[in-house]
């Protein structure tokens, strides 16, 4: 069983900047990352990914302006969130997958709200 544990959300300004964190209590080096997020009444969305080995996938609506990234030594991936806007606001949520199994693993979710 894999658990993450995501930080960082809160509530800013448009045009402002967060950073997520994700704590992973599995190897990450053995793990494909990424970030989701859901605003209400929307279905769950893919905002960016990133392989074992660094290659990184970004949704259109976040090009340029969030960068997803992750050290192994601490288990940890991140989402860089710059020039944000209202329609960022939604619960973010981390997951992974190990490279040997199917499994998805999610966290808790945090709140991100873009005030403009």
């Known amino acids: 069983q894999v658990q993450l544990v995501e930080s960082g959300g809160g509530l800013v300004q448009a045009g402002g900047s967060l950073r997520l964190s994700c704590a992973s209590s599995e190897i990450i080096a053995r793990m494909n990352m990424g970030w989701y997020r859901q605003a209400p009444g929307n279905q769950r969305e893919l905002v960016a990914t990133i392989t074992s080995v660094g290659t990184t996938n970004y949704a259109d609506s976040v090009k340029g302006r969030f960068t997803i990234s992750r050290d192994n030594a601490k288990n940890t991936v991140y989402l860089q969130m710059n020039s944000l806007k209202s329609e960022d606001t939604a619960v973010y949520y981390c997951?992974?997958?190990?490279?040997?199994?199917?499994?998805?693993?999610w966290g808790q979710g945090t709140q991100v709200t873009v005030s403009s």
């Open positions: 997951n992974g997958q190990r490279f040997w199994e199917p499994t998805n693993y």
